[in-house]
């Protein structure tokens, strides 16, 4: 069955370049998909090849990029097909940048991939990376596809983000990488064709390069390139890593676990446009620079470069080592293929958020405040509601009540409450954001809507006098920047009926984790429904496990330490270290807290005070009952008894790096015995004293 030929002709139409390969592409008139049906018998490869003159371009790029023969194979797919017309455009835009880049003036030379308009003249590695980034290992329909991002990453393992709109006859438009799908759901039997307005761009440019051709950032800019800082933002990939192609056992011993991929590195700038700080009365860096001085006093050195100096310290604050998503940035409508949606894992009305060490060495809080549903009126005119918003440096007794997105704390007035801008919002709003980017080859920019400064007072007096609780898997950056941590499993080889998504981590894969034994093995498993974790996944050691974690830096001061885990009798006995300071006596990790005397659960219900007095009972002999915030065997964590938290130690912990260690020490351990850890909290001891924290809140 094929296209309609008035379907080709509109599409030809709606595409068609000037000679000078100028001419911008037009609405086309919505088709009437009401009679469409299912190309019965063929694969993407020969619809495409069966409308040649439409895709000869793409096709050929399919070929010299190695990928046609997947097009024809059994599986299942999503292909955003570009039209010839596209193409040439395409190559004509890129080549014009790449040349303008080297005439002089010009700053730097951008390198595009592209050097020549012409369609012969494009090198197969390109076309090895067009073909990649239009191909998902999995079938979507226009109308599967929600949200800010493709559920399933490309070949070049890279997610495509989406934007809607509409044109001049308010009709949806969808947008995948800014590419408008002018003809979609073409359904074939290795999947669906998606037919697009332009090429989407595979772009080489790292996160400095795209923050730069943002006109409207252009005070961050110069300023992340006087700092050096942009130096830090240009890895992309670990090309000596050889562990891609292997697999070992699992943690039951069968074979064909396999290992991360890749390891790329990642990056995340939260950055603000130049209209925040025009109002603030800041419209040079050298404004800028000022006013660093006035926030980051003990910051002295004058060269840019040092980190000493107060305008290093500021725009350090704003960078991460890891590449989130506007999806990824805390566990909210999250789904990890039929294994794992957060929404059935949290309750509606809890807090989602998460807690990163910034490239100042300090903590930088996310979070979508779920619980709190104040509204008020944001920088854009928008009325929002906190729970439908992510924001850095939330601080809900801080929050001016009147204006709540317009919120300062602090003898210098600091910002909390800072909105991060949804990229659907922004790409929207083109006049204001012309030329809007959120990814890069290595990460993303997230715009935020007020001024991002660590202040110690504010941090530690208000957003971080707090339980901070952190998995495992957010403190190391490459679960992340791998697609590890919430991996929908789509193209990977998973271990024979090993019934989750499970990664073996190799030794030095980062440098937050040391394996302190050649035995040791590391697992990271994907989230599950049916598990008791916090964020659904876990962590898991074996083999004389004997790890440590360097841990994200909080401010100083004396926190209660406490591990989150799951008692099971495969797990083993564990002896915990902080800083190579033993912490305790062995904990022996197999039996759960009701059967265990040792902690003392008892059922909230099975008390006359709800729980409380056994709540202190078990606190004196160093254990605390699950969390009120997510479900566990589907009742809520505290009222499951295999999960527990145990206290580690009480410790002043000052700034620089802290270390926490887990060692086993069954002498019966037949290298199947398990060190499974979910998450770390830290408490200040002064917000545990508090007597105003209502009882509800410290169960959190």
């Not at 409308?51 to 997947?70: A, C, P, Q, T, V």
């Not at 190579?580 to 039996?591: A, F, N, Q, S």
């Amino acid at each position: 069955m094929r296209i309609r030929k008035q379907i080709l002709s509109a599409l030809s139409a709606g595409l068609l370049l000037t000679a000078a390969g100028l001419s911008t592409y037009s609405c086309v008139e919505p088709i009437d998909t009401s009679n469409r049906y299912t190309f019965v018998g063929n694969t993407v490869a020969s619809y495409l090849e069966e409308h040649e003159d439409l895709f000869s371009e793409f096709i050929e790029i399919l070929k010299r990029g190695g990928r046609f023969n997947l097009m024809k194979a059994y599986g299942t797919y999503t292909c955003f097909a570009p039209t010839n017309q596209a193409i040439e455009r395409y190559l004509f835009e890129q080549d014009s940048i790449y040349q303008a880049s080297l005439l002089p003036g010009s700053k730097k030379v951008i390198w595009t991939g592209i050097t020549s308009p012409r369609f012969e003249d494009l090198t197969d590695s390109m076309c090895v990376v067009i073909a990649q980034t239009h191909i998902i290992p999995k079938d979507y329909l226009t109308t599967e596809m929600e949200g800010d991002v493709v559920p399933t990453m490309n070949l070049n393992d890279r997610y495509l983000t989406m934007s809607y709109g509409t044109d001049s006859l308010q009709h949806s438009i969808l947008y995948v990488n800014d590419a408008e799908v002018i003809q979609g759901d073409e359904e074939v039997e290795n999947g669906v064709v998606h037919v697009i307005s332009s090429v989407m761009n595979p772009s080489s440019e790292t996160v400095p390069t795209v923050i730069e051709s943002m006109k409207f950032l252009s005070i961050f800019s110069e300023a992340l390139e006087v700092t050096g800082l942009e130096l830090k933002l240009q890895p992309y990939k670990d090309f000596d890593y050889a562990y891609g192609d292997r697999t070992t056992l699992t943690i039951y011993n069968n074979p064909g676990c396999p290992y991360p991929a890749n390891r790329y590195y990642g990056f995340t700038a939260f950055v603000e446009p130049d209209s925040v700080y025009h109002a603030a009365g800041i419209y040079t860096m050298n404004d800028l620079y000022q006013q660093c001085k006035i926030w980051y006093p003990e910051a002295t050195d004058p060269d840019f470069k040092s980190e000493n100096n107060a305008l290093y310290k500021y725009i350090a604050y704003h960078l991460l080592d890891r590449k989130l998503l506007y999806s990824r940035l805390v566990c909210y409508k999250i789904v990890c293929g039929s294994y794992f949606n957060s929404e059935s894992v949290y309750l509606s009305r809890a807090d989602r958020y998460d807690y990163f060490e910034t490239m100042q060495g300090t903590l930088l809080k996310v979070i979508m405040p779920r619980s709190n549903g104040t509204r008020g009126v944001c920088d854009d005119g928008t009325e929002r509601a906190f729970s439908e918003s992510i924001l850095l440096n939330y601080s809900k007794d801080a929050t001016n009540m009147s204006d709540p997105f317009n919120s300062t704390c602090g003898k210098n007035g600091i910002n909390v409450n800072i909105r991060i801008a949804n990229p659907t919002d922004v790409s929207s709003d083109k006049e204001k954001y012309p030329n809007y980017k959120s990814e890069a080859l290595n990460g993303t920019v997230h715009l935020i809507d007020h001024l991002l400064v660590y202040d110690e007072d504010v941090m530690t007096g208000h957003v971080l006098n707090e339980i901070i609780r952190i998995d495992f898997s957010s403190m190391v950056p490459e679960y992340t920047n791998n697609n590890i941590r919430w991996c929908d499993g789509q193209g990977i080889t998973w271990a024979p009926g090993s019934g989750d998504y499970e990664f073996a981590i190799p030794p030095g894969y980062s440098d937050r984790i040391k394996l302190n034994a050649a035995e040791t093995r590391l697992y990271y498993l994907s989230p599950h429904n049916s598990w008791t974790n916090y964020m659904g996944d876990e962590c898991m050691c074996l083999s004389s496990a004997d790890i440590s974690y360097r841990l994200p830096h909080v401010p100083a001061g004396t926190y209660e330490i406490r591990l989150g885990y799951q008692g099971m009798t495969n797990r083993g006995i564990t002896q915990f270290y902080f800083d190579d300071e033993i912490c305790g006596i062995p904990v022996d990790m197999r039996l759960d807290a009701q059967n265990n005397p040792r902690i003392g659960w008892v059922e909230d219900t099975r008390t006359d005070d709800n729980g409380v007095i056994n709540d202190k009972q078990m606190k004196n002999r160093g254990y605390l009952k699950g969390s009120t915030q997510y479900y566990a065997y589907g009742h809520l964590a505290r009222h499951e008894p295999s999960v527990i938290r145990l206290v580690l130690t009480t410790k002043f912990l000052e700034d620089g790096d802290h270390w926490f260690r887990a060692k086993n020490v069954n002498e019966n351990d037949d290298g199947l015995d398990q060190f499974m850890h979910d998450y770390i909290e830290f408490v200040p001891v002064g917000w545990m004293r508090r007597e105003d924290i209502s009882l509800d809140e410290k169960r959190k």
